[in-house]
């Protein structure tokens, strides 16, 4: 007897479930006080926002996001913008902090012990399929497509991967593949990594994305957890042992990357180091930007915070409140100040003439008369006292604030406390 084909989105039945407890050291100061995922992106989003609302965009409505280091503010961000979910519609959204439910001592260990430790929580909700996200990346993805593959492919995990250029995947671990992209093996940064049957240019690196069988995954976490030599890591330990042992399969993120007519390219990035994060904030400033923010057929969901319009003041020479190919987010007053190619997220007061260019400033910045920034990032709340000059003297830079290879300059309020 054929089995009838499943009609229905797969995405009714499964709960996406976001590892969101990394430190993201690269990021320096930007992370002292707030986990990767909690850092602000984009003029009013934070990182984590692009996970959740890819997997709400898809129709899953059953949502985990573990949380571990620094994490009070992910936790704020989330209880705001993302409590909308109702049981009585059979939705769920819960934060899943290192609660030491298995051990009185114990925090989270590895990736895959971030699920372990909730398997009482998740099995409540019962969900066929278990997508687990990382929280700390840039794209825009539909879910249910992968959710297809792995069901069609009768597949034990599947592994989202990119296409990247072969020598730059020596960093990612790189799924080896075989023509009809079953996962053949397993390597984790590799010097030389292999190619793709029908790409030999192009490596197939993981994006951290993983989707499987419900009662499959809690029956394999429960084994690692008995395994005292178990890092109990997804990447480390899971996935190995399932193309070892089980049939694991390669989902190409081209195959369900959401675009806008806008977007030429699947869209992904890691804003992992202060250069990327940079790059990617002010590329958003261009005509038509790599990563469409516009889509309203996929809306990116956050804390919709209630401010007063932008308001931009002063029309003199030398005085003149403007911004040229720039992003200015609401609560904003440009005052007799000039921006050009910069992204300015919420509460922004900026005094009269100043010039920013290619800036990001996170919010809540004040800004005194007579500044001049170029290249920089401004962390939160920081107070920019007049006359400061960023940008223009390297070695004068290096010796006040954090600069970067690419020579992107990080300010935070302690080091401009450190100046007075």
Same mark, same amino acid.
């Given at each position: ?42 003029? +009013?989003?934070? #990182? *984590?926002? $692009? ?7 898809? &129709? %899953? ?118 023509? +009809?992209?079953? #996962? *053949?093996? $397993? ?7 292999? &190619? %793709? ?224």
């Amino acid at each position: 007897m054929v089995k009838a084909k499943r009609t229905q989105p797969l995405s009714r039945d499964a709960m996406a479930y976001v590892l969101a407890g990394g430190r993201g050291s690269r990021l320096k100061e930007l992370t002292d006080r707030r986990a990767k995922p909690a850092v602000y992106f984009g003029g +009013k989003t934070r #990182i *984590i926002d $692009f996970a959740l609302s890819n997997a709400l965009n898809s &129709g %899953i409505r059953r949502l985990g996001v573990a949380t571990q280091y620094k994490a009070h503010s992910l936790i704020r961000h989330l209880q705001r913008g993302w409590n909308f979910l109702r049981t009585e519609r059979n939705e769920s959204f819960d934060i899943l902090p290192a609660s030491q439910r298995v051990s009185e001592t114990q925090w989270y260990e590895g990736t895959a012990d971030a699920v372990y430790q909730n398997i009482d929580i998740i099995e409540s909700y019962g969900p066929e399929f278990m997508v687990i996200l990382a929280g700390d990346h840039i794209y825009k993805m539909d879910y249910e497509l992968m959710l297809r593959q792995h069901v069609d492919a009768g597949a034990d995990v599947t592994v989202g991967c990119l296409e990247v250029p072969r020598m730059e995947a020596t960093g990612f671990g790189v799924m080896h593949v075989d023509a +009809k992209d079953n #996962i *053949i093996a $397993f390597v984790e940064k590799p010097s030389d990594p292999p &190619g %793709i049957p029908d790409k030999p240019d192009f490596a197939l690196a993981s994006m951290g994305i993983y989707v499987f069988n419900t009662r499959f995954l809690m029956d394999l976490l429960r084994k690692d957890a008995a395994d005292p030599s178990s890092s109990r890591d997804f990447g480390k330990d899971i996935i190995p042992g399932i193309v070892k042992d089980g049939k694991a399969v390669a989902h190409r993120f081209a195959k369900s990357c959401v675009r806008s007519s806008q977007e030429a390219q699947p869209y992904w990035r890691d804003v992992g180091t202060i250069d990327a994060y940079w790059e990617a904030n002010i590329d958003l400033t261009d005509v038509t930007p790599e990563l469409d923010l516009y889509d309203r057929d996929w809306p990116i969901w956050t804390y919709a915070e209630l401010k007063p319009p932008a308001k931009f003041v002063h029309d003199e020479d030398g005085r003149r409140g403007e911004a040229i190919s720039s992003l200015v987010s609401g609560d904003c007053i440009i005052s007799g100040a000039s921006l050009r190619r910069s992204l300015i997220f919420t509460g922004a007061r900026i005094n009269s003439y100043s010039r920013l260019e290619e800036v990001v400033m996170l919010p809540d910045c004040h800004i005194g008369r007579n500044v001049r920034l170029r290249r920089v990032v401004l962390d939160h709340g920081v107070r920019v006292p007049e006359g400061l000059v960023v940008g223009e003297d390297p070695v004068e830079d290096a010796r006040r604030f954090r600069v970067t290879e690419k020579g992107i300059c990080l300010i935070t309020q302690p080091m401009i406390d450190r100046l007075t």
